[in-house]
């Protein structure tokens, strides 16, 4: 196998602290996003998406979505379970995750893909371009804040994000939040449970590694 990535960003993050958790070390290669390598013939050739991370499987599958690779890798290395141990705890993970990324992920970059001038003609992933809309920047502040609600409530009395242990959930929301800070949104001195958790989190070796 071998892994395409781009540690910084927010999807190769969460694949990034996945692996650590579960001490899987992969041949890597990294995609540099800023200089643009994405978009070149040779990146584009082993995935014309020209997003990261991708995961090149020894069988010449190549899988380009966070979720696939977690539950590929999941099957593969069963140690340290993420994506839960019966069929209830993986339905409320998966389903975490996918709010996280609809509701959390995708609201910054609402705001980063629309309200910052680098990314014009680039407001969404991948090789077509799409202009930038400003007002959806506008929009996805207010969404990220709403998001913050959302997790607060949820966390209320809980240690982690779904059951008694910590999952592809806790880090969904925390490379959302983490995210968030790129556009200097903060998790707001009310959510009090969001807040606990998040100091809880951030003293995991996982997530205190960043390439």
Known sequence: MKLYTFPPAPNPRRLSIFLEEKGIDLDTQVVDLMAGEQFSQEYRAINPCGTVPALF??????LTEV???????????PETPLLGTDNLSRAEILSWDHRCFVEGFQAVAEVLRNGNKAFSGRALPGPVAYEQIPELAVRGHQRIQAFYQVLDKH???????????????DIAAWVFVEFSGWVKERVPEACTALTSWCERTKTRPSVQLKS
């Open 155 to 169: 966390l209320g009395g809980r240690q982690y994000m779904v059951g008694d242990s910590f999952t592809v959930a």
């Open 67 to 77: 979720v696939g690779i977690y539950s590929y890798l999941e099957s593969t290395f």
């Open 57 to 62: 499987l020894d069988k010449g599958v190549l």
